[in-house]
């Protein structure tokens, strides 16, 4: 995949790295050109200098191709700018945007935009948010059968109770990150869109967690 990401600074120039050890061809735009220099002589993808939400910046860093595009520059309207640019000028489907101000976050989540708090895992969290592709482990126990993970959760569980969840995929949820902070649920919590759901099951149940969680409540019977 194509990955275009808007700023690099410490969380930009982390994140650029390591997507491109993933695989991945990356292109990375600040307005700075020495701000490149954070990336390392052994970073092969592109180096754009240019405004991130400017579209010839955005194509000459080659978003008519990308799958995904993170804005992390240091200012918040510049980020959700860049980042509805993306999605809806070039209709990128994976799209978050970085934001210093978490009083901001509910707005940019109603344009549909995903957002992540500025806190010490942010291109940890702003990775989760770029590639959605399963269970994630947080932590395993030494035996290796139990495992904590952020599983992917289809919009059609979005208003449902965790009860609900739980009970149609035999998983128990431990705790919710909503809006860039950390939510322990009780049985009455209703998912939200944009929450990330953190859930404890067996390790040899992956496959089967993830297929329930990505069909809605109605299907996901096991």
């Not at 020495?34 to 939400?53: E, I, K, Q, Y």
């Not at 950390?182 to 998912?191: E, G, N, Q, R, S």
Request: charged share 25%.
């Amino acid at each position: 995949m194509h990955i275009v990401i808007m700023g690099c600074g410490r969380v930009g120039a982390t994140l650029a790295q390591a997507l491109e050890h993933q695989g991945h061809t990356v292109a990375v735009i600040d307005q700075d050109p020495t701000a490149f220099r954070r990336l390392g002589s052994g970073f092969g993808g592109r180096r754009v200098t240019g405004v991130g939400f400017d579209q010839d910046t955005l194509r000459e860093a080659g978003i008519e191709e990308a799958g995904a595009f993170a804005a992390v520059s240091s200012g918040d309207n510049s980020n959700v700018i860049a980042a509805r640019v993306a999605r809806e000028m070039f209709g990128v489907e994976n799209v978050a945007a970085r934001i210093y101000d978490p009083r901001r976050a509910e707005v940019y989540q109603r344009l549909g935009i995903p957002t992540v708090a500025t806190v010490r895992w942010t291109a940890d969290q702003m990775l989760r948010r770029l590639l959605p592709s399963g269970a994630e482990p947080l932590w395993r126990d030494p035996s290796g059968g139990v495992q904590l993970a952020e599983v992917h959760t289809s919009v059609a569980w979005v208003g449902h109770r965790i009860s609900k969840l739980q009970e149609e995929t035999g998983v128990r949820v431990a705790f919710l990150t909503r809006l860039g902070e950390a939510v322990l649920p009780t049985a009455d919590t209703v998912l939200q869109e944009g929450d990330l759901v953190h859930v404890m099951m067996r390790t040899d149940e992956i496959a089967e967690v993830e297929a329930a969680f990505a069909k809605g409540p109605e299907e996901a019977h096991r």
